[in-house]
């Protein structure tokens, strides 16, 4: 497709059950990003992949948040032991590299812990 | 504490009027991005200004950086049910993380 895919695109769980989640960058992005957005918090940027490579993963909420692409292509985020405070809707971008000053972002997949 | 504060946070009109919406903070940009997202998807980026004092146009919509590069507004001259989103403002923190501000809900009524 031309755009960032994200999979799926609702997922309601349980507390405590593990989600993962997928993005589809746009073909030959080589950036891809990870943001959640929640009513409380707006929209905040959690980590960011060049090639296969995270450099920084401080902005995961806890260690319960994981992320991994190969590839360098598709990127999963994983939830494990998932919380009600982890519902929110995430949001996978892409970017050209990480010099493009545009990101294209997917339709994001709402997560809903029970 | 939110880096940039966005105002109104809710807004609906009627067809045909002009509105603003605000994007304001304390601290100097390099640049500042204005996306606009629809219900059920990912924000899109609608325009990016860079120079103190710049204005740009979109259609029906203008933007501006203010002079000292602290604040933008978008302004939507005779309103369509279209523009109907979440407006939101951001900067890039390094090269990678966009920052946004809460968003602006703007709801336009035929």
């Known amino acids: 497709g031309a755009g960032v895919s994200q999979s799926p695109s609702n997922k309601v769980t349980e507390k405590g059950k593990d989600v993962e989640l997928r993005c589809d960058p746009i073909?030959?992005?080589?950036?891809l990003y990870w943001y959640r957005q929640s009513l409380g918090q707006g929209l905040e940027f959690l980590i960011y992949?060049?090639?296969?490579?995270?450099?920084?993963k401080s902005g995961l909420p806890s260690d319960r948040f994981s992320a991994e692409r190969t590839g360098g292509s598709v990127s999963t985020l994983t939830i494990q032991r998932t919380q009600q405070e982890d519902s929110a809707v995430y949001l996978c971008?892409?970017?050209?590299?990480?010099?493009?000053?545009?990101?294209?972002f997917g339709p994001g997949t709402r997560l809903t812990v029970l | 504490t939110q880096l940039l504060e966005q105002s109104p946070q809710f807004l609906s009109i009627q067809e045909g009027e002009n509105l603003t919406v605000y994007c304001n903070s304390s601290?100097?940009?390099?640049?500042l991005q204005w996306y606009r997202q629809e219900p059920g998807e990912g924000p899109v980026l609608l325009v990016t200004?860079?120079?103190?004092?710049e204005v740009k146009k979109l259609k029906r919509l203008t933007f501006q950086f203010g002079d000292a590069r602290k604040d933008s507004s978008l302004h939507i001259t005779a309103a369509q049910p279209g523009d109907t989103g979440l407006y939101l403002c951001?900067?890039?923190?390094?090269?990678?993380?966009?920052?946004f501000g809460q968003g602006t809900r703007l709801t336009i009524n035929p």
């Open positions: 200004v860079v120079t103190g004092g």
């Open positions: 971008a892409s970017s050209q590299d990480l010099a493009a000053n545009e990101q294209f």
């Open positions: 601290s100097v940009f390099s640049s």
């Open positions: 951001a900067f890039f923190q390094g090269a990678q993380k966009l920052v």
């Open positions: 073909s030959g992005h080589t950036a």
């Open positions: 992949f060049q090639g296969n490579s995270a450099p920084d």
